[in-house]
């Protein structure tokens, strides 16, 4: 059974630091694509960052880059999200998200087969 795991959510000031990591289980990550989307209350789930099965390849949503950093380690089947800089309008339901197969468009949250279960981030300001 495919089972994604987020944790590091919290709460935190505007302009403060989280790190979320996603720990896959169930079969290996190593050969595809991971990202991360969040949804805020009353709005639609939105992609926030992904990742090459390599690491080599990065992609980011506007409204987080240069403050927001993902990353892997396929030996640990983990992906972490580092965020700084936190903004009140980053609050939201953060998951992880990983697909069947790979070709996808990583922006594309109908793409993904497999979620975990999210963990909020909540921003005061």
């Known amino acids: 059974q495919v089972q994604l795991v987020e944790s590091g959510g919290g709460l935190v000031q505007a302009g403060g630091s989280l790190r979320l990591s996603c720990a896959a289980s169930?079969?290996?990550?190593?050969?595809?694509?991971m990202g991360w989307f969040r949804q805020a209350p009353g709005k639609e789930r939105e992609f926030v960052a992904a990742?090459?099965?390599?690491?080599?390849?990065?992609y980011y949503a506007d409204s987080v880059k240069g403050r927001f950093t993902i990353s892997r380690d396929n030996a640990k089947n983990t992906v972490y999200l580092q965020m700084n800089s936190l903004k009140p309008g980053d609050t939201a339901a953060y998951y992880c998200?990983?697909?069947?197969?790979?070709?996808?468009?990583?922006?594309?949250?109908?793409?993904?087969?497999?979620w975990g279960q999210g963990t909020q981030v909540t921003v005061s300001s």
């Open positions: 990742i090459s099965w390599s690491g080599g390849r990065t």
């Open positions: 169930g079969r290996t990550f190593s050969g595809y694509v």
């Open positions: 998200a990983a697909p069947r197969s790979g070709g996808v468009v990583v922006s594309r949250p109908a793409e993904y087969d497999y």
